[in-house]
């Protein structure tokens, strides 16, 4: 008799742990986000604060990062089309020799001489 409750008591038991089981799994797979920070790889292990941190600045790195590489190209892009409208205009730009090269450059000393000798 005692051995019939315990097989009865054992099965009911396995049961309701496979009815919880799906249920918890079912469970996950509705609040699983793939598009958030919350997601990761492995959501069935929980993880350690300090991992959780390490991902947060590695995401604050990853958007800074894009977003000074978007307004350096944004600065380019307007230095580039305020040039273009400068020789559009007729503006001409102004060419400093002595800036263009190093003071000991042999090239420089060769511009300065012929420019002298044009004047």
Known sequence: MINLCLVVIATQFSETKKREM????LER?????TSTLASSTNNSEPTTCYAEIV????????RSKRRFLKKV???RYRREQRREQ?????ETIRLNFNRRHH??????KQVVRNLRNLI
């Open 22 to 25: 799906e249920r918890m799994r």
């Open 29 to 33: 797979a509705r609040f699983q986000s």
């Open 55 to 62: 991902k947060y600045v590695a995401h604050l790195w990853r």
């Open 73 to 75: 190209r944004l600065l």
């Open 86 to 90: 400068k020789m559009i205009a007729g």
């Open 103 to 108: 003071p000991c450059c042999p090239r420089l």
